[in-house]
């Protein structure tokens, strides 16, 4: 089955500086890849996410980016601010069934110094 | 809509008791997923349902967990007997339509085993 890693498990940034945070997946057939923010005690939610058939995607201050042969890909983020403090997890899904399921990696806490 | 609802939102109890936790998806949303969060394991797929049928439970523990998706508006996990291991942060999310569409995830069920 589908197995993703997630590196760094924990990354600490100084305020205005970017983040790379890079995951591999291991199924060739998965082809969609979102990512979701886990602020302190709350839930996770979708920030952004990539289908197979791109490369990259931007939506302000993030952008990921997606290498099909090398089945890897990461999550930018630039100008970082204290709200960006967060865990963040990536996960990978065969995304062309209703009953595809999604795997996560296992996280990455993100610390934004002042 | 409110949202994906769980219950209870915090559950001791002592090892040995049984637990159900329950969750109330989205209205409409056909794919419903059960997580487990620790600080070890990150975000742990247990089972998921597609229109109300599991689909794959390869992630469940053990024959003490089971779950089950009466009809497409509730679901419930249970753990007999409950063991102090068990204790994670137990999260359902719903989905609407394809597997690449966005998980909509519950505010968690918090279980402390004594």
């Known amino acids: 089955g589908e197995n993703v890693e997630q590196h760094p498990s924990t990354l600490s940034v100084q305020e205005g500086d970017s983040a790379v945070i890079k995951c591999t997946y291991s199924d060739s057939a998965s082809n969609y890849f979102p990512w979701y923010k886990q602020e302190l005690g709350k839930r996770p939610q979708l920030i952004i996410d990539i289908r197979s058939n791109v490369g990259e995607k931007k939506d302000q201050r993030i952008a990921v980016t997606l290498n099909k042969t090398a089945k890897h890909f990461s999550l930018h983020i630039t100008e970082t601010q204290p709200e960006d403090s967060a865990v963040y997890f990536c996960a990978a899904s065969k995304g062309y069934s209703s009953a595809s399921k999604i795997i996560f990696g296992s996280g990455t806490r993100l610390s934004i110094r002042p | 809509d409110a949202g994906v609802i769980q219950s209870p939102r915090h559950e001791v109890t002592e090892m040995g008791q049984e637990v159900t936790l329950r969750c109330k998806p989205i209205?409409?949303?056909?794919?419903l997923f059960w997580y487990r969060q620790t600080m070890m394991r990150g975000l742990e797929l247990l089972i998921y349902f597609n229109n109300n049928v599991p689909i794959d439970d390869s992630g469940m523990p053990e024959d003490r967990f089971s779950a089950k998706m009466p009809n497409a508006s509730f679901s419930t996990l249970k753990i007999q007997p409950s063991e102090p291991r068990d204790s994670a942060v137990y999260f359902c999310?719903?989905?609407?339509?394809?597997?690449?569409?966005?998980?909509?995830f519950g505010e968690g069920s918090r279980l402390t085993v004594l």
């Open positions: 209205s409409g949303h056909n794919s």
């Open positions: 999310a719903s989905r609407l339509g394809e597997g690449a569409g966005e998980l909509f």
